[in-house]
Antibody, heavy 121, light 111 residues
């Protein structure tokens, strides 16, 4: 069964970094792009960036440039999203989502359950 | 302010048909990038509903359909059911931003 597994939650302090994992099951990691999307409490979906697990190339939302890093470990079929210099506004559910066709205008056909990151002093 | 504009809410009675609009610009929908739609139930991850204007993944009822014209797209839901009550998001790619963009979401209430 194709699925993406994420940890349930993380609690961090302002200024900390968080690294969220996303492990892929049921398909070959390198055959699809992986995306990260976040959702603040009561808010809409925000695209954070993309990683091509095949070569490791990445592209990030302008708003997060300099604070976000996406990496992958093909030996464990896992991608990671690290966000640094956390502030309260980064409190959100962070989702990984699989792209469908290796295209810029991919749809996101498989989603992880999300990781709630809470930033609080 | 989202790059793609959706109405905050729509409503309809069971059995009725509702549509949700998604308005973009020449750098996203108008540039012929695909538009996709997602359904999000409370406290759950989004689910792909429609991809590439009007294609449904396996398991999505044919009551859901998509369309596109110019710089806008629409999601139509016919034969409204109580289980359709959710928030719906449109998504596309924006060449000016070099990334995917979402609409702000539309909350559907089944009366």
């Amino acid at each position: 069964q194709v699925q993406l597994v994420q940890p349930g939650s993380e609690v961090k302090k302002p200024g900390d970094s968080v690294k969220v994992s996303c492990k892929a099951f049921g398909y070959t990691l390198t055959s699809h792009y992986m995306y990260w999307v976040r959702q603040a409490p009561g808010q809409g979906l925000e695209w954070m960036g993309i990683i091509n697990p095949s070569g490791g190339s990445t592209s990030y939302a302008q708003k997060l440039q300099g604070r976000v890093t996406m990496t992958r470990d093909t030996s464990t079929s896992t991608v990671y999203m690290e966000l640094s210099s956390l502030r309260s506004e980064d409190t959100a559910v962070y989702y990984c989502a699989r792209g469908t066709w290796l295209r810029a205008d991919d749809a996101f056909d498989i989603w992880g359950r999300g990781t709630l990151v809470t930033v609080s002093s | 302010q989202s790059v793609l504009t959706q109405p905050p809410s729509v409503s309809g009675a069971p059995g009725q048909r509702v549509t949700i609009s998604c308005t973009g610009s020449s750098s996203n929908i108008g540039a012929n990038y695909d538009v996709h739609w997602y359904q999000q139930l409370p406290e759950t991850a989004p689910r792909l509903l429609i991809y590439g204007y009007n294609n449904r993944p396996s398991g999505v009822p044919d009551r859901f359909s998509g369309s596109k014209s110019g710089t806008s797209a629409s999601l139509a839901i016919s034969g409204l059911q109580a289980e359709d009550e959710a928030t719906y998001y449109c998504q596309s790619y924006d060449s000016s931003l070099s990334g995917s963009v979402f609409g702000g979401g539309t909350k559907l209430t089944v009366l």
